[in-house]
């Protein structure tokens, strides 16, 4: 690596780490609130909130990377020309590529630490976030019940809201029971008793409230019962990190792809199986015996077409369509850090005396853009209607179109 290269490189490092800082610090500020929430009204201990606004904090970071390497290729790329160095390298005969190539390179860099980042440490902070949750649940149900949100007791099947909620009384309750005999539970208020850590068994006793029955089918009955008192008993079932199953946000890239490929393979096992019943059932039915094998490759062959849309469908059907969306998620987004330098590097460029603002100004512009067509990829993902690699791929083909347009049109741009 040349000195140039060095240099140019060395130019950005610090807005690319500044960038990261920045962006995280305006995530994470968002988040403050509700760790405060957890600690000082529901009663969260305070180490375990801590270790959980830890673990939240890998999931921001991963989202910053491609917005830090575009700002800091704007601001960097900016700040040599503002100098005039851009000038001297194409008045000593430096090609454009040349001027390029070491943001290329440290896009190409951040593409690798970034693809690493998310299907290694984001994954496995993701899954630890979740089983700490799900651990403070049970030593402390108060936890999971927040303002105007329902939260779900799995154990119990319960899912229970409230208008607010601390770790010594809740009002305004909504309870759905989704046990054996469903019922919706409205209380005005109610108190947690035994809502400590090393209680067994958590009581939410509920006050002046209505219990109404929630047939499986019909129409919902008229039909309620009041109370003055009800006892709402919690067990608590104190599970282990290891003891939960990961969620696709939870697990690499190269995980997925495997759940994808036994899927695949079951559903071939399950048509092979499918296929060798219609050939044996057709078989019984011929009048002129001829040998199995002979029969199974002509009855193949001949109905070759409508084997093949069987098994395609059931491929189709055997793998959920939400896998293909992750997979390509993880994949994807880490990409974007390639085509954010190709737009950054040359806006630098041309917005040379409007100083850091305006890369600043750029960067957020850029990133907001991208991440509305990211929610709108996976809206569209969501509908089925495109295959998940197109959807989950469209934001970083338009980044590519509007690196391409900056790139070409600096290379035919005169400068100064």
């Not at 690596?1 to 060395?10: A, R």
């Not at 199995?292 to 055997?318: G, H, M, Q, V």
């Not at 990133?367 to 690699?389: C, D, F, N, Q, R």
Request: a positive charge; one cysteine or more; glycine letters at 6%.
């Amino acid at each position: 690596m040349n000195k140039i290269t060095k240099y140019i490189i060395t130019e950005t490092i610090g807005p690319f780490l500044a960038g990261i800082l920045f962006f995280t610090f305006i995530f994470v500020i968002q988040l403050l609130p509700e760790l405060i929430r957890l600690i000082m009204n529901n009663g969260a201990p305070l180490w375990m909130s801590l270790e959980t606004f830890l673990y939240m904090l890998p999931f921001n970071i991963g989202i910053t990377i491609p917005m830090s390497i575009l700002m800091a290729s704007i601001i960097g790329y900016g700040r040599l020309s503002s100098d005039n160095e851009i000038i001297v390298m194409r008045a000593l005969g430096f090609p454009h590529m040349r001027i390029y190539m070491p943001i290329i390179i440290l896009g190409v860099i951040t593409f690798i630490f970034s693809l690493f980042f998310n299907n290694v440490i984001m994954s496995e902070s993701n899954y630890r976030y979740r089983a700490l949750i799900s651990y403070m649940v049970n030593i402390r149900p108060s936890i999971a019940v927040g303002k105007l949100e329902f939260s779900r007791i799995d154990d119990l099947g319960l899912s229970i809201g409230a208008k607010y909620a601390d770790d010594k009384s809740i009002s305004n309750v909504v309870i759905y029971d989704a046990s054996k005999t469903k019922r919706v539970i409205t209380a005005k208020y109610g108190l947690w008793r035994n809502n400590e850590a090393n209680s067994q068994v958590v009581t939410l006793t509920l006050y002046d409230g209505i219990v109404q029955e929630m047939p499986d089918y019909g129409f919902v009955s008229n039909d309620y019962t009041v109370f003055d008192s009800m006892d709402i008993n919690i067990i608590r079932n104190v599970s282990t990190l290891t003891s939960h199953e990961r969620g696709l946000r939870e697990m690499p890239s190269w995980k997925i792809r495997e759940k994808i490929n036994d899927a695949k393979l079951n559903a071939n096992k399950s048509v092979d199986e499918q296929i060798s019943g219609m050939i044996n059932n057709s078989y019984k039915g011929l009048k002129n015996k001829t040998d199995l094998t002979t029969f199974s490759n002509e009855y193949i062959k001949t109905n070759a077409a409508e084997l093949t849309a069987i098994r395609e469908k059931a491929i189709n059907e055997a793998v959920p369509y939400f896998y293909y969306i992750e997979f390509h998620k993880f994949i994807s987004i880490p990409a974007a850090c390639l085509f954010m330098v190709l737009i950054g590097a040359p806006l630098g460029i041309v917005g040379k005396r409007s100083g850091k603002g305006f890369g600043f100004g750029i960067s957020v512009i850029v990133v907001v853009i991208y991440y509305l067509l990211i929610t709108a990829a996976e809206l569209i993902a969501g509908g089925k209607k495109v295959p998940p690699m197109l959807a989950m791929w469209f934001p970083n083909i338009v980044l590519a179109m509007m690196g391409a347009f900056f790139m070409i049109r600096s290379f035919f741009s005169r400068g100064k």
